[in-house]
Nanobody
Framework: QVQLVESGGGLVQTGESLRLSCSAS????????MGWFRQAPGKEREFLAA????????FYTDSVKGRFTISRENAKNTVYLEMSSLKAEDTAVYFC?????????????????????WGQGTQVTVSS
C-alpha cells in the first residue's frame, strides 16, 4: 500500500505559476515511475506527465509541454509538477499516481489504467 499526498494547489491568476508536490510517508517513491493527471468538472481524468523512477526521463501531453515540468527528489521521497503560464483551462483537481512496476517505462504510461496508487488530489483554480 502506498499513500500519496498532493499539496501546493490553490487559486492563481492567468499567467502565474504553481508548484505541486506529491509525497509518500510509508513507502519509497524511488521504486516507481510516477505520473501526474488532472480532472476538470465533467471531464475524464487526463494524463499530464510521467517521470522515470531514476528521474532521467520524462514526457508530457502536448497541452502542457513547455509550460509544465515534472521532477523528483528521491532523497525527499517527493515528486513535483512545476506549472507556469497557467490558463483558465488548467483549472482542475490534480493527482499524482504510481505506475504499476511491471508496466516498464514508455509512452504507454499515458494510460491511467497503468497506475495503481493515487493521491486524493489538490485543487488548482486559475482565474482570468
Amino acid at each position: 500500500q502506498v499513500q500519496l499526498v498532493e499539496s501546493g494547489g490553490g487559486l492563481v491568476q492567468t499567467g502565474e505559476s504553481l508548484r505541486l508536490s506529491c509525497s509518500a510517508s510509508e513507502r519509497t517513491l524511488s521504486s516507481y515511475n510516477m505520473g501526474w493527471f488532472r480532472q476538470a468538472p465533467g471531464k475524464e481524468r487526463e494524463f499530464l506527465a510521467a517521470i522515470r523512477k531514476t528521474g532521467d526521463s520524462a514526457f508530457y501531453t502536448d497541452s502542457v509541454k513547455g509550460r509544465f515540468t515534472i521532477s523528483r527528489e528521491n532523497a525527499k521521497n517527493t515528486v513535483y509538477l512545476e506549472m507556469s503560464s497557467l490558463k483558465a483551462e488548467d483549472t482542475a483537481v490534480y493527482f499524482c499516481a504510481t505506475a504499476v512496476p511491471g508496466a516498464g517505462w514508455g509512452n504507454w504510461l499515458r494510460s491511467r489504467s497503468l497506475y495503481s496508487y493515487w493521491g486524493q488530489g489538490t485543487q488548482v483554480t486559475v482565474s482570468s
